[in-house]
């Protein structure tokens, strides 16, 4: 291992990772202190760090989870929230109910539309000429109009 004294602010930062990993000695974690007191903030970081609890006191042992009746009331839970339908699954049912219905809707009136008008049924009045009248409008009899009277 390199010399602690000659080691960089990043060198350093990773090998205070390694000792709070435990990967230290404790020779090595000696010469690490000793070589942070010329970094003061590096050293409260090293401080802060190695007084961490351990885990294990935190969360408890991993034996403590193995409990079934513990896991059958987690699943009871979980099968309990899956029941419950959120706002997001409930707003997209809906919708696509709704547009299904609207859709029908649509279609529904534009064919008593169609049946109600008697010029479609009798054959007098296309669907098309309903939409697109043959009529001449005025303005084009105007426009008709002015092309006479500039040939004059």
């Given at each position: 291992?390199?010399?602690?004294?000659?080691?960089?602010?990043?060198?350093?930062?990773?090998?205070?990772?390694d000792?709070?990993?435990?990967?230290?000695?404790?020779?090595?974690?000696?010469?690490?202190e000793?070589?942070l007191?010329?970094?003061?903030?590096?050293?409260?970081?090293?401080?802060n760090?190695?007084?961490l609890p351990?885990?294990?006191?935190?969360?408890?042992n991993?034996?403590?989870y193995?409990?079934?009746?513990?896991?059958?009331?987690?699943?009871?839970?979980?099968?309990?929230?899956?029941?419950?339908?959120?706002?997001?699954?409930?707003?997209?049912?809906?919708?696509?109910k709704y547009?299904?219905?609207?859709?029908?809707?649509?279609?529904?009136?534009?064919?008593?539309?169609?049946?109600?008008?008697?010029?479609?049924?009798?054959?007098?009045l296309?669907?098309?000429?309903?939409?697109?009248?043959?009529?001449?409008?005025?303005?084009?009899?105007?426009?008709?109009?002015?092309?006479?009277?500039?040939?004059?």
């Amino acid at each position: 291992m390199k010399n602690f004294n000659t080691m960089t602010t990043d060198e350093l930062e990773i090998i205070i990772n390694d000792a709070a990993d435990g990967l230290l000695n404790k020779a090595e974690l000696k010469k690490l202190e000793k070589a942070l007191e010329a970094y003061p903030g590096l050293m409260q970081d090293y401080q802060n760090i190695m007084n961490l609890p351990e885990m294990d006191e935190i969360y408890g042992n991993t034996e403590s989870y193995n409990n079934p009746k513990q896991v059958y009331n987690i699943l009871q839970i979980l099968d309990k929230e899956d029941e419950k339908i959120s706002f997001y699954n409930t707003t997209v049912v809906w919708f696509k109910k709704y547009a299904v219905a609207a859709s029908l809707l649509i279609l529904a009136l534009s064919s008593l539309f169609y049946v109600t008008q008697p010029e479609l049924l009798n054959g007098e009045l296309t669907f098309e000429e309903f939409y697109y009248p043959d009529e001449e409008l005025e303005t084009e009899n105007y426009a008709t109009y002015l092309d006479e009277w500039f040939e004059q």
